[in-house]
């Protein structure tokens, strides 16, 4: 082919519908031949082209120790939804950092649906009321899911608190050994924050040789670190959660370290609002996708670009809740002065609405509020009288719970 013939490729419908607006895997486009006015035969040349020029202008990533070379190709539509995450998730963090009356109920939340969707979504076996529940109590664990859970919360917990430090072999221990305390069983009990010393299957694919897990990591690292090419700070995230999930470094918990990583790269690259969004709850509604985005890597010449692209999108669909959740507890201001709500009350209401299960005592709203007992018992009696909470008697003392449906019905009919 000449050099013109390429140019006038790279400009060709083939090339921009299924390469830069959307990434198709490669065999699919063959389903599409007769929409492109090409015949079976035309293929086994045009698949060829479209794989080499994928791969020519691609971001290498060889990991030397398993002899792979993997790659990644920014397509328009890859760095189009990089570009929308960015620009909507740092106006949502803003958003929420402004409103000092549901600010810290909202991060805290985030956290804790994050841990309870990882956790389910690896099989613990709750409910997201009694997780939340168990949470609200803090009680200790008893159970290797109750296990799972708090876990999950504190190792999201401990990364913020530590988020100077470098990402390295002993960090990523730490995040195991923190997400599977108590919940390995049998002789894997011995494994907690250390890598495996076997071999280990996950479906179809077989973990790397345990030899050389140390080395491929190590590699991984500074892939995602001091690439000489440039990688946006979110592709880094998944691409570390990616390469945990090959090597799968550990007998069990490789899910959760990753997707802890992923939350670390983030936050470390800047991306402050990563912590606002559970990508756990989007694996959850489409783990099938998700298995497809592992394995279509390897059938395409270990092209990641694919697990890049459901990455990405399960970020833009958590997106899409975190906005929806901000307006309701926005719209919620809309019920001061119709219903004649103190500012207290309002942020009453937008924290309890994060939180439907936590049951509140007058002495807790009195201390929140800054205001004495008396203040704090009106207030909640007037919301009572007013529809919002359900009152009930608990060793001697006044409980409240919030009424989801009569809140939403009101906000409804009052937003503005």
């Known amino acids: 082919m000449s050099i013109r013939e390429d140019f006038e490729f790279i400009n060709s419908d083939i090339w921009l519908n299924y390469t ?26 045009l698949k060829m082209r479209i794989l080499a020029f994928r791969k020519l202008n691609s971001i290498p990533l060889f990991i030397n120790t398993l002899e792979k070379k993997f790659w990644f190709f920014p397509s328009d539509c890859i760095m189009e939804k990089i570009n929308y995450i960015e620009h909507v998730g740092n106006k949502l963090f803003e958003k929420i950092e402004n409103s000092q009356s549901f600010k810290e109920e909202f991060l805290k939340n985030s956290s804790v649906e994050e841990a309870i969707t990882s956790a389910i979504y690896e099989g613990a076996n709750s409910t997201r009321a009694a997780a939340k529940e168990l949470i609200a109590s803090e009680k200790m664990p008893s ?79 500074k892939l995602t670190t001091s690439n000489p090419r440039y990688l946006h700070g979110l592709v880094k995230g998944i691409l570390l959660h990616y390469f945990i999930g ?72 958590a997106l899409k809740k975190v906005e929806r959740k ?45 205001k004495s007992r008396e203040i704090a018992r009106k207030e909640l009696s007037d919301l009572t009288k007013k529809g919002f909470l359900k009152e009930s008697k608990d060793s001697r003392k006044f409980t409240y719970k919030l009424l989801p449906a009569v809140l939403k019905e009101r906000v409804l009919k009052y937003k503005t």
């Open 20 to 45: 830069q607006r959307k990434y198709i895997p490669i065999d699919d486009i063959k389903y599409r031949l007769e929409k492109l006015k090409l015949s079976l035969s035309d293929w086994p040349d």
């Open 143 to 221: 159970t290797k899911d109750e296990w799972m859970l708090i876990n999950n919360l504190r190792a999201m917990g401990w990364i913020k608190e530590n988020s100077i430090l470098e990402i390295n072999k002993e960090v990523i221990l730490k995040i195991h050994q923190i997400v599977t305390k108590n919940t390995l069983q049998g002789d894997d009990a011995n494994f907690s924050g250390e890598f495996r010393n076997d071999k280990v299957f996950v479906g179809s694919h077989e973990g790397i040789t345990f030899e050389k897990i140390e080395s491929s990591m190590n590699e991984v690292l």
């Open 246 to 317: 090959y090597i799968h470094p550990f007998f069990d918990g490789n899910g959760r370290t990753a997707r802890t990583l992923f939350y670390f790269k983030a936050m470390k690259n800047d991306l402050k609002f990563v912590e606002l969004l559970s990508i756990s709850a989007y694996l959850k509604e489409h783990g099938n996708q998700y298995t497809r985005s592992f394995d279509l890597v390897k059938e395409n010449d270990y092209d990641v670009t694919y697990f890049v692209d459901f990455c990405l999108d399960s970020l833009i669909e």
């Open 326 to 370: 901000v307006k309701y507890l926005i719209d919620i201001s809309s019920l001061k002065e119709p219903l004649q709500l103190s500012p207290t009350q309002i942020s009453f209401l937008q924290k309890i609405a994060l939180n439907k299960e936590k049951i509140i005592t007058i002495e807790a709203y009195a201390n929140d509020i800054g």
